[in-house]
């Protein structure tokens, strides 16, 4: 009985994820589509052959899952050519509740990033920075300390700001903090890093996610690299629709499982990179302070 329980109950939940493509509120089921694939296979196992519909059934179940899932695995990701000299980019949330942000701050520096891309920064900022500062000196200003973000640079941070600026200087935009960084031996880099609000409701998400994609529309994203938490999986609609809007810029993280840091089981942070860049790997850290695991992506120039 209650293997062919899961199987009913995966098969409608994964039809009503997949019913996010134009069901946009629907969409947030999709995230837990691998979940609901290993308990379909779990309710087949348990059920073994007690009725003639179970496996089909199955079958139909199983057409969401693999629809969502193959099209992550199958994403084509630009690698690094092999003589590229290594950028190392971290993203991480490092928790508005985080409780320990000068250990934080330490594993940060341990991981030995080029560059780190924080969100919920507000609370910790002073201690997160100081006990990263050996490893990464320079930091975005914050007027009042309080600052959400945050980026922090082994190299000397030229330019910074929280909205994006056109060719006079003037603001437009969303907020988004960006720094350009004088990186020795080549042009400087300039990376940003962003935190998307909760999925639902579905339609300010939306708006949120169409009004930075036409703001870095407005801008040169060759060499562009932007991170943060994104609240997004990659097998939901929205994750798609944004991997098409932020084009040229390509998702470098795949499937980089991160929340919650207990029992990782969605992938919601994200780092993409523009043509100029490929990836040479992709590292899971471990959980220190935050309810999110870093993540440290390698760049290397194409």
Same mark, same amino acid.
């Given at each position: 009985?209650?293997?062919?329980? /899961? ?119 002073? /201690? ?8 990464? %000196?320079?930091?975005?200003? @914050?007027?009042?300390?309080? @600052? ?7 190299? %000397?941070?030229?330019? +910074? ?16 903090? &960006? ?18 609000? &909760? ?7 939306? +708006? ?27 097998? +939901? ?10 084009? %040229?810029?390509?998702?470098?993280? @795949? ?5 919650? +840091? ?41």
């Amino acid at each position: 009985m209650l293997g062919r329980t /899961l199987v009913v109950a995966a098969a409608l939940f994964a039809w009503l994820a997949l019913l996010g493509i134009w069901v946009p509120t629907l969409d947030v089921l999709a995230s837990f589509l691998p979940l609901i694939g290993a308990a379909l296979l779990v309710g087949v196992i348990l059920a073994g052959r007690s009725s003639r519909w179970l496996l089909p059934l199955a079958a139909v179940a199983a057409a969401p899952v693999a629809f969502a899932t193959t099209h992550e695995a199958m994403r084509a990701i630009p690698a690094a050519t092999t003589t590229a000299r290594p950028l190392r980019v971290l993203t991480h949330n490092v928790w508005v509740d985080n409780a320990t942000p000068g250990a934080t701050g330490a594993a940060i520096a341990a991981a030995a990033p080029d560059i780190a891309l924080l969100q919920e920064t507000s609370r910790s900022r002073p /201690l997160l920075l100081a006990a990263a500062a050996g490893t990464l %000196p320079y930091a975005t200003r @914050c007027p009042n300390n309080r @600052c959400g973000l945050a980026i922090l640079s082994r190299w %000397p941070i030229r330019a +910074s700001g929280y909205f994006l600026k056109d060719a006079h200087g003037l603001a437009f935009g969303p907020p988004i903090l &960006w720094a350009t960084i004088a990186v020795p031996g080549g042009a400087p880099v300039t990376v940003a890093t962003l935190h998307y609000p &909760w999925p639902l409701p579905a339609a300010r998400a939306a +708006s949120a996610r169409a009004a930075m994609a036409r703001a870095l529309g407005r801008i040169d994203r060759n060499a562009l690299i932007l991170g943060g938490d994104m609240n997004l999986t990659p097998w +939901s609609a929205a994750m798609r629709h944004q991997d098409t809007a932020l084009a %040229p810029l390509v998702r470098m993280t @795949c499937a980089a499982w991160s929340w919650p +840091s207990g029992f990782a089981f969605l992938p919601i942070d994200q780092l993409y990179a523009g043509p100029a860049w490929g990836v040479i790997g992709v590292t899971r850290l471990a959980a220190a302070g935050s309810d999110h695991l870093p993540l440290l992506v390698t760049l290397g120039r194409r």
